[in-house]
């Protein structure tokens, strides 16, 4: 199993929450003193160039973050050695029913409806570890119809990569081809059908975009409806 085949071998997503400090304040939300993370079922991935589906009844915002693709199988090791356990890395929307998520935090309720629709994870292709050699230097980015939403870059992290994936791998077993959402920056908004969105990431110094996506935005015809 390769790392690279995350889309169609990985077992879960790992998404980090509230691991920018401007972004947990924009909603409202203290910023945490350690980690805190949720699940996202694979099945929600969608490669570049699908179409975001909006379930009926739901206000869908964009999160844009780094995604650490893990490369060997691994649990109960040191932030120290965390890095040996990435096999690389990739762009990935968050993609959140906020309307869905605010009634669960009320209710004291998981997250795992407003995260979990098909189609939730938007997310490029494979990024080689050697790529982001600096992965606390990353520029991202995201627009929606050619207007900037988001800017930020992983420097401004609370918890850094290593001690996320050694905080992780305390509770459980990381396997090759997981996905770790590591959080994302201010600017997150809605999103309605026939938005385009399309987002970058930067590594480092370098002056061009490493890897960009870009997804349509449509309406689900399906049976759930909120509200």
Not at 4 to 24: E, Y
Not at 85 to 100: E, K, P, S
Request: net charge neutral.
């Amino acid at each position: 199993m390769s790392a690279r085949n995350f889309l169609s071998t990985g077992r879960k997503i790992v998404a980090i929450g509230r691991n920018f400090g401007a972004h947990a304040k924009e909603l409202g939300n203290a910023v945490p003193t350690s980690p805190f993370f949720f699940l996202k079922p694979t099945s929600s991935f969608l490669a570049n160039g699908g179409t975001v589906e909006i379930p009926t009844g739901c206000e869908v915002h964009h999160e844009v973050e780094l995604a650490v693709v893990i490369g060997k199988d691994g649990r109960d090791f040191t932030a120290s050695k965390a890095m040996d356990y990435v096999g690389g890395y990739a762009l990935a929307i968050d993609m959140t029913a906020r309307n869905l998520q605010n009634e669960a935090k009320k209710k004291g309720l998981p997250w795992s409806a407003a995260k979990g629709f098909d189609t939730f994870t938007p997310i490029s292709n494979f990024i080689a570890k050697e790529s982001i050699p600096d992965a606390s230097n990353v520029d991202l980015w995201l627009k929606v119809n050619d207007t900037f939403r988001q800017q930020g870059n992983t420097k401004d992290m609370i918890f850094s990569i290593p001690s996320l994936l050694e905080y992780v791998g305390s509770i459980m077993k990381l396997e090759t081809g997981d996905v770790i959402l590591t959080g994302t920056p201010q600017g997150v908004g809605p999103i309605r059908a026939g938005d385009v969105i399309t987002a970058g990431l930067k590594s480092g110094q370098a002056t061009d975009d490493l890897v960009q996506v870009k997804f349509n935005v449509g309406d689900r015809n399906g049976l759930f409806k909120s509200g």
